[in-house]
């Protein structure tokens, strides 16, 4: 069965290093998301992407986060200059654009700590 | 502003049946989604109802009451294997979009 992946599975970084986190999406979907999620917490939306530019972005992606799609496969997550508050696990999604259809497919996460 | 509640705990006994409520308060509704989340794990789509009743999926079941702004997952014959987080989401951003707001999640502890 096709699924997410995300590289790596986990990152320590100090704060203010730039980090970028790594997604290959299921081949045949369209749309992809980024979440995190800080431990012990829910699930928060940071970014959806779609046909090469951003759809839609949350309060939480400020100037310090950009997502890039480099080539047919991958899709990145960067954040510029790490700060403390950003140690969470990342979530990358992927979904199909299909009438009706609004599964998202989640990735295993990346494990973000900054020191 | 948007809010969804659910319960953050349920301990449920092996072979019985569980009902996590969700209710949410959207500024906009375009549907309810399931995600079971075992520990360390990532979230698993279980269901997604955009209109008012039962959706059924063997042994898991979701409904919705668009105007109680209130959906709940049912889950049968429960086995330890179900013990995990249960997530609801809305897509509450419009017809187009594909952003999912979650609620805290209900931690479902099922034993022997």
């Known amino acids: 069965e096709p699924e997410v992946t995300q590289t790596p599975s986990h990152q320590v970084t100090q704060m203010g290093q730039e980090v970028i986190l790594r997604c290959v999406p299921i081949?045949?979907?369209?749309?992809f998301y980024w979440y995190r999620q800080i431990l012990g917490q829910k699930v928060e939306f940071l970014v959806s992407?779609?046909?090469?530019?951003?759809?839609?972005k949350s309060e939480i992606f400020d100037d310090q986060f950009s997502v890039e799609r480099p080539d047919g496969s991958n899709f990145t997550l960067k954040i510029r200059s790490t700060k403390l508050e950003d140690s969470a696990m990342y979530f990358c999604a992927s979904s199909e654009r299909a009438s009706g259809s609004y599964e998202q497919y989640f990735g295993p996460g990346t494990r973000l700590t900054v020191t | 502003g948007q809010s969804l509640e659910q319960p953050s705990e349920v301990t449920a006994v092996e072979g019985a049946i569980v009902q996590i409520n969700c209710t949410y308060q959207?500024?906009?509704?375009?549907?309810l989604s399931w995600y079971q989340q075992h520990d360390g794990g990532a979230p698993t789509f279980l269901s997604y109802?955009?209109?008012?009743g039962l959706e059924e999926t063997g042994r898991f079941s979701s409904f919705l009451s668009r105007s109680d702004s209130y959906g709940y997952l049912l889950l049968q014959e429960l086995q330890m294997k179900d013990s995990a987080s249960y997530f609801c989401a809305v897509r509450d951003q419009g017809a187009g979009s594909y952003q999912l707001t979650f609620g805290k999640g209900t931690k479902l502890s099922v034993i022997p």
């Open positions: 081949s045949n979907h369209l749309y």
């Open positions: 959207t500024s906009g509704f375009y549907g």
């Open positions: 992407f779609y046909n090469n530019e951003i759809s839609e």
């Open positions: 109802n955009a209109l008012d």
